[in-house]
């Protein structure tokens, strides 16, 4: 089956980097996502990597995935007191739809 | 706004009831999905509707029902509600091509008393 797993909690300080890790178990997902989601909000997507690529850079985010581990990283550059939030990582479940993980939450503190 | 509403934000009742979750897709989106968000579980998915077709279904309840409509907006039925199905219920549209870009409604908060 498909199962998606995160550390539960992450705490840095405002400027430093952050790194959330992942771990999934199918192998054949074409797609691996990452997402946000604030206090009292939905979640919204930061960022997808396509299965082939091993990284991908977006402004203060790093994506890294490693396949062969089966393993998914977040790194957010300079964080800031308002990344603080719950971040999920997700795979392609085959129906067209996602398996997330239970959340990392990250706070940031001044 | 993500373009996706649901309503209502907030819904208190009790057990034994039943209720009515709403959702409007974002405009030209064909796919909705809906998840249940509960601090055990975490978001699990329930059921995904392409045009107007069930597509997928996931870990939805027996009491659980959902259907979309032709003006593509979905309504998601839980009946004999129990203290345990007090969640965070989400709505998601997709276009329906391309990587699973989901974008996420407010969500829909149950509490069931």
């Known amino acids: 089956g498909e199962d998606v797993e995160q550390s539960l909690f992450l705490s840095v300080r405002e400027g430093d980097s952050s790194v959330i890790n992942c771990t999934y178990t199918?192998?054949?997902?074409?797609?691996l996502y990452w997402y946000k989601q604030e206090p009292g909000a939905g979640l919204q997507l930061l960022t997808y990597i396509f299965s082939n690529m091993d990284m991908k850079q977006d402004q203060r985010l790093t994506v890294l995935l490693n396949k062969k581990d089966k393993h998914l990283s977040l790194r957010i550059a300079d964080t800031q007191t308002g990344d603080s939030a719950i971040y999920f990582c997700?795979?392609?479940?085959?129906?067209?739809?996602?398996?997330f993980g239970k959340g990392t939450m990250l706070l940031v503190s001044p | 706004d993500s373009g996706v509403t649901q309503t209502p934000k907030h819904l208190i009742t009790a057990t034994g009831q039943r209720v009515t979750l709403r959702c409007s897709p974002r405009?030209?989106?064909?796919?909705v999905y809906w998840y249940q968000q509960s601090l055990d579980q975490g978001l699990q998915f329930l059921i995904q509707?392409?045009?107007?077709?069930?597509?997928a279904k996931g870990n939805i309840l027996e009491r659980f029902s959902a259907q979309q409509f032709p003006d593509l907006h979905s309504e998601l039925n839980l009946s004999s509600l129990e203290l345990g199905d007090s969640a965070l219920y989400f709505c998601a549209s997709h276009a329906g091509a391309g990587a699973n870009v989901l974008t996420f409604g407010a969500g829909s908060r149950l509490t069931v008393l």
């Open positions: 199918d192998s054949s997902s074409t797609y």
């Open positions: 405009s030209g989106d064909l796919s």
């Open positions: 509707y392409y045009n107007g077709e069930e597509r």
């Open positions: 997700a795979e392609d479940s085959g129906y067209s739809t996602l398996t």
